[in-house]
């Protein structure tokens, strides 16, 4: 009689791991990345002409452009991020798996991932950024990214936690590593995050710990150029700057870099030394570049793709969104701007391409219609860059931002839920969501973090020492 073991006993190695995926005939579009460049090109394929196979290491798309409220206790995660199988859920030809991808064969049209290798007709990379740390080291492992619903809610619980740490301490040096946030990087999302630390505290926290004196409270942020959000207008910079330093008492720091970090003390390259035990990391994002392509095709840390977002030596292999570098639109000589509407767009028209490409009809090229650029600043505060040279801030703005940010929210119940959350924090002058639902152990983090690069660097040099040897047997 055979012995059948128990499942609770087997172990990943035991495990017959496999993508699962019929063959229905159909030519395959495999798209690694389930984010607004991914979603919109699903949304314009002629599905019936096509199997759509969409990778991703979670199974849901995340709102990135709000990822701060949630760090900020504003919004809950499930405000920003909704499950990538229900936007699909109609669709009998898409197919949805949830993995890691670790390289790609462009020769035998292979994507190797955790779960197996999937072949394809179509490749499409849409994997979106990661955070730029610029080669310091010890400030990747130590500072806090703001990149993905697990690094908000990391990031929240720590603020929430540092609060109740410091109501029960009698040292005055400890209060202050706990209540000072260093922020580095004057773009949108610094801006936009500065300004919810400064509502925290004028409105909320000082009703939540009335023990503590919020003078203490210190809110930096720091940014390497002349102004803040360079991407945007110079006014706008200007406006944004006054509004977090008379409104919100954040210390801005122009002109200025982060030299170093060891978890209690910022060092920046005037030589000045902030105490904090939280640095959060906003001051630049890097493509996420898969091992296996044509290192040719990467420039800049984006790969190049032409007109119609193919990758540059490749027929069948395309990039969208902030991944991807167009260098063919002379509006934009240094590619277009790593942002959600260009994603979105760029998603659209590939989709459309695509079927026309299916059919044996011509393509259309990219072409970037700039609705302008928006930034919040806090309560009643924004401002705005649109076209025709239109530059606006304020209330309106504000109110602008909202209604955009509205609309591109994937799901109806999304769009109700953060509208029901920022009407009632608005006429409360409260923020519902101040809740350490998991612990966060920043010093358990740190080690994790740094066991994590070192598997990272393991797993590369492997992958580069594979690819090497395939090269000398050819």
């Keep these: 009689m055979a012995i059948v073991e128990h499942p609770i006993n087997y172990t990943l190695a035991k495990r017959n791991l496999s993508t699962q995926l019929p063959d229905i005939g159909k ?5 690694i990345g389930g984010g607004f460049a991914g979603i919109q090109m699903v949304k314009n394929l002629k599905m019936k002409d096509f199997q759509v196979v969409m990778l991703d290491r979670h199974n849901y798309h995340t709102f990135q452009p709000l990822l701060y409220q949630v760090a900020t206790a504003g919004l809950e995660p499930d405000s920003i991020a909704g499950p990538l199988r229900k936007i699909f859920d109609d669709e009998k030809n898409f197919f949805f798996r949830m993995a890691r991808v670790e390289r790609i064969d462009a020769e035998q ?5 955790n779960i197996g290798e999937i072949h394809y007709d179509y490749l499409i990379v849409a994997a979106g950024t990661q955070t730029n740390y610029f080669g310091n080291e010890r400030i990747q492992k130590l500072a806090f990214p703001l990149k993905q619903v697990p690094q908000a809610l990391n990031l929240r619980s720590h603020i929430l936690q540092n609060f109740e740490k410091a ?12 209540t000072n946030f260093v922020i580095v990087g004057g773009g949108p999302t610094g801006v936009e995050l500065a300004g919810a630390l400064g509502e925290l505290k004028k409105y909320v926290l000082p009703r939540d710990y009335p023990e503590l004196d919020f003078k203490v409270m210190k809110v930096y942020l720091v940014e390497g150029v002349d102004r803040l959000l360079p991407t945007m207008s110079e006014k706008a910079g200007q406006r944004a700057e006054q509004d977090l330093a008379k409104r919100f008492d954040t210390i801005v720091k122009l002109n200025t870099m982060v030299e170093d970090y060891d978890g209690y003390e910022v060092t920046l390259n005037d030589g000045e030394k902030l105490i904090s035990e939280t ?5 630049g994002v890097q493509g996420v570049i898969i091992p296996g392509l044509d290192k040719a095709t990467v420039e800049k840390g984006r790969y190049e793709v032409d007109e119609i977002n193919r990758m ?10 902030d991944v991807s570098a167009m260098y063919t639109d002379e509006e934009y000589p240094k590619g277009h701007p790593q942002v959600a509407p260009v994603a979105m767009q760029q998603g659209e028209q590939l989709g459309k391409n695509l079927s026309r490409l299916i059919r044996g009809k011509e393509t259309k090229p990219f072409s970037y219609f700039n609705k ?21 801030g304020g209330w309106f703005a504000w109110l602008s931002w909202m209604f955009v940010h509205l609309l591109f929210l994937v799901s109806f119940r999304q769009k109700i839920i953060t509208l029901g959350n920022w009407v009632w924090n608005y006429f409360t002058y409260d923020r519902g969501t101040r809740l350490i639902i998991r612990p966060f152990n920043y010093r358990r983090a740190v080690d994790e973090r740094k066991d994590e690069l070192e598997e990272e660097d393991h797993r590369n040099d492997e992958q580069n020492e594979t690819h090497a040897v395939s090269q000398e047997d050819e």
């Design 312 to 321: 540059k030596g490749y027929d069948n292999v395309f990039a969208v969104g």
């Design 372 to 392: 302008g650029y928006m930034a919040t600043i806090g309560r009643n505060r924004a401002v705005a860059d649109l076209p025709g040279n239109i530059k606006f």
């Design 279 to 283: 640095l959060i990391w906003a001051a």
């Design 167 to 178: 109501v029960t301490s009698n040292s005055e040096e400890e209060i202050d590593r706990l």
């Design 27 to 31: 030519p395959r579009i495999v798209i």
């Design 109 to 113: 049209q292979q994507v190797y991932t």
